[in-house]
C-alpha cells in the first residue's frame, strides 16, 4: 500500500506540527504517495461529540470517509482516536444499514456517499502490516542499538474490539515489534496497558489527568528507560506537555517522549532539528546524547565481538538456568554480564570478578539453538580483563610461569616411580618459552 488519503486529524496540525513533519518523513523515505484531500473535518472526537449526539458522531465520520472514497483510496492516519472513530463508525454502520441510508441521504446534499469500501489504516499498521518491520528496519542508517525504549500503546490503536482488529488489545507486541527491528532494547513495564488518562482533562478533572500521567513515568523511571515511544498525538500530550507541568511543580520525572514516527525518521538519518524535536516540552537531548554515546559503545563493542551475536544472545536467555554455576551460585548470572555489554558497560564487566566464575564447561553452548552459547564470549572478557590488569593474580602468576618455563607444572617422578612408571621423555617447555619470547618480542617491535 503505497498510494493513499491521509488523515492529520485536529490535533497533530494543530498542536504537534512537528509529529506531521516527522510522518511526513517517513513516508517518502518509505517511497509513499500521499494524497491530502479537501473538505475533511475532525473525525470527531468521541467524547467530546459521541456523548452529545451519536448521529452526528457516526454522521461525521462517515463524510470524512465518504470523501476518501470518491477520490477512490484507502485512508491511513497518525491518530489513535482518529482511526478508533472511523473504525467504530464503519463497524456501527455496516450493520446498521437503516442510519447509513439516513447518513447518506444527507451526504448527497453534497454529492457524497458512504459504502465502507475504503480501508482505514493506522500509521503504526501502515509501517508493520503494509510495510513489513524488517524492510522499515532495514532502512535505519543508525539502528537504536542498547537503547531502552518502553512502548506506550494507547487505548484506541487497539480497541473497541471487535471493530478495531489490528492486536491484540490487551497484550499487543506488534509496535514493540518494530522498535525491537530498529535495534532497540524494548522494556517491559508493569503499567503498559494502562490508559494515558488524557482524556480526564477533557472533562475538567486535570488532577486525576496527572495522576494518571505521574504513575506511569515513575513506573518508567524506575525501569530506567532512554524514551517512551507513543502512537497517538493525545497520548503524546499526556506524557509531553503534562510531565512538563509535572517538571514545573518540581517533581522528580524526566522521561523523553517520542512519537513512532519520529523513533523512525531518526533512524533514518533526519536530524532532530529538522523534524523539530526542540518543539517538544521535554527535551529529548538526553535521549539523544545518550544514543550517540550507545553508538560509540557498539564500535567499540564490535572491535572484539559479533555484536548481533550478542544482541540475540541476551534476547534469548534461554539457557539462563542452565549454567551449573548459577545452580551453586546464585549471585553469578551470565545473561545479566551479557546484558550489561549490551547495555555498554564493557569496561565494568572486564574488571567485574564475575566474569571468573564461567568454567568454560561449554554448557550453554551445547544447549543453545542458535550455537552461540556464551563461553566464547566469557573467554574473550578474560583476555581482555587481563589485558587490563584485572584478572585475577593467580592467573597473572601462572602466565608467567608459563612464559619462563613452557608448562604450567612439571611431573612428580617420585611418584611415578614408586607407580613403577617409566621418566617421561624429555619435554620441550623450554623450546615454548623461547618461542613465546620470540612471539612476546616480535609484538612488541
Known amino acids: 500500500m503505497k498510494e493513499f488519503a491521509v488523515f492529520w486529524g485536529c490535533t497533530i496540525p494543530a498542536r504537534f506540527p512537528f509529529i506531521e513533519k516527522s510522518t511526513r518523513a517517513v513516508f517518502e523515505d518509505l517511497g509513499a504517495t500521499v494524497h491530502e484531500l479537501e473538505g475533511h473535518t475532525c473525525c470527531p472526537e468521541g467524547t467530546l461529540v459521541k456523548a452529545n449526539d451519536e448521529l452526528a458522531f457516526h454522521t461525521a465520520a462517515a463524510r470524512n470517509l465518504a470523501i476518501v472514497e470518491a477520490a ?21 454502520l455496516r450493520t446498521h444499514w437503516r442510519e447509513r441510508e439516513e447518513i447518506n441521504e444527507r451526504l448527497s446534499a453534497e454529492g457524497l456517499c458512504y459504502s465502507g469500501d475504503s ?15 524488517g524492510h522499515v528496519a532495514a532502512g535505519a542508517l543508525k539502528p537504536f542499538w542498547g ?5 506506550h500503546y494507547g487505548c484506541h490503536l ?77 497520548c503524546f500530550q499526556q506524557f509531553d506537555l503534562n510531565q512538563a507541568a509535572l517538571q514545573r511543580a518540581k517533581e522528580d520525572v524526566n522521561v523523553p517522549i517520542l512519537y513512532l514516527s519520529e523513533l523512525v525518521a531518526l533512524a533514518y538519518g533526519h536530524s532532530p532539528d529538522e523534524i523539530g524535536l526542540d518543539m517538544h516540552r521535554v527535551s529529548v537531548e538526553p535521549f539523544l546524547e545518550r ?36 545452580k551453586i551460585d546464585p549471585a553469578f548470572q551470565p545473561t545479566e554480564v551479557i546484558g550489561d555489554l549490551v547495555r555498554g558497560y564493557l569496561d565494568d564487566v572486564v574488571t567485574d570478578s564475575q566474569l571468573w566464575k564461567c568454567l568454560e564447561c561449554y554448557t550453554c553452548h551445547e544447549m543453545c539453538h542458535s550455537r552461540i552459547g556464551m563461553a566464547e564470549t566469557f573467554r574473550k572478557l578474560k583476555e581482555l580483563a587481563m589485558e587490563a590488569g584485572s584478572g585475577p593474580e593467580s592467573v597473572s602468576v601462572a602466565y608467567k610461569q608459563f612464559l619462563e618455563a613452557g608448562a604450567l607444572g612439571k611431573p612428580r617422578e617420585s611418584a611415578r616411580k614408586k ?9 620441550g617447555g623450554d623450546a615454548v618459552a623461547r618461542l613465546l619470547a620470540r612471539t612476546v618480542d616480535e609484538g612488541d617491535e
Open 158 to 234: 487497539l480497541r473497541p474490539q471487535p471493530a478495531v482488529r489490528w492486536d491484540d488489545p490487551l497484550h499487543p507486541t506488534k509496535v514493540e515489534s518494530l522498535v525491537a527491528a530498529l535495534g532497540a532494547r524494548v522494556v517491559d513495564y508493569e503499567t503498559k496497558m494502562q490508559c494515558c488518562g488524557g482524556a480526564l482533562d477533557r472533562v475538567g478533572e486535570r488532577e486525576a489527568s496527572l495522576a494518571f500521567a505521574r504513575r506511569k513515568l515513575a513506573d518508567l523511571t524506575r525501569e530506567e528507560v532512554d524514551a517512551l515511544v507513543v502512537t497517538c498525538p493525545s
Open 419 to 427: 607407580l613403577g612408571l617409566e621418566p617421561l621423555p624429555a619435554g
Open 291 to 326: 544514543w550517540d554515546a550507545r553508538a560509540a559503545d557498539k564500535a567499540r563493542l564490535a572491535s572484539h565481538f559479533d555484536v548481533a551475536l550478542l544482541g540475540k544472545c541476551y534476547s534469548c536467555q534461554a539457557c539462563k538456568d542452565d549454567c551449573p554455576v548459577c
Open 147 to 151: 537503547m531502552r525504549i518502553a512502548v
Open 72 to 92: 477512490g483510496l484507502d485512508v491511513v492516519t497518525p491518530c489513535n482516536g482518529c482511526y478508533s472513530t472511523f473504525k467504530e463508525a464503519s463497524s456501527h
Open 119 to 133: 480501508k482505514v489504516v493506522h500509521f503504526a499498521e501502515w509501517l508493520i502490516d503494509e510495510m513489513g518491520s
